[in-house]
């Protein structure tokens, strides 16, 4: 995975995952698929959002989900939007100087 703050100045990481499709009965698999996550902060410089892109085969957009982020302090306490929090997310929030408590690992 390689991180780089964007010229927006975000923290993004860039890189390649099966991609699981969950539509509350089950859960497809859609292959590896390229992804991009970038983390979007608040004015006091507070992680609030993951926007995470993600392309097909031929490099082209697929989707894209949004994942909000609630803290107490620098711990996350909370999110919302995907089921599970994916491990790219978690190291991405780790990155950025933040704590995620290890039961969002689970």
Known sequence: MDYVTNDNGNLQVKFTSNIN???GL???????????????QDSGKAPR???WCVYNKN????FVEHIGLWFDGKTLVDYDGVFELPKEA???????????????ED
Request: charge should be negative; charged fraction near 30%; aromatic fraction near 10%.
């Open 49 to 51: 959002m993951i926007e």
């Open 21 to 23: 499709i969950d539509n």
């Open 90 to 104: 978690i190291k991405l929030i780790r990155k950025s100087g933040y704590s995620v408590p290890k039961h969002f």
């Open 26 to 40: 089950t859960n497809i698999s859609q292959g590896d698929m390229r992804s991009e996550m970038e983390l979007f």
């Open 59 to 62: 490099n082209d957009y697929e």
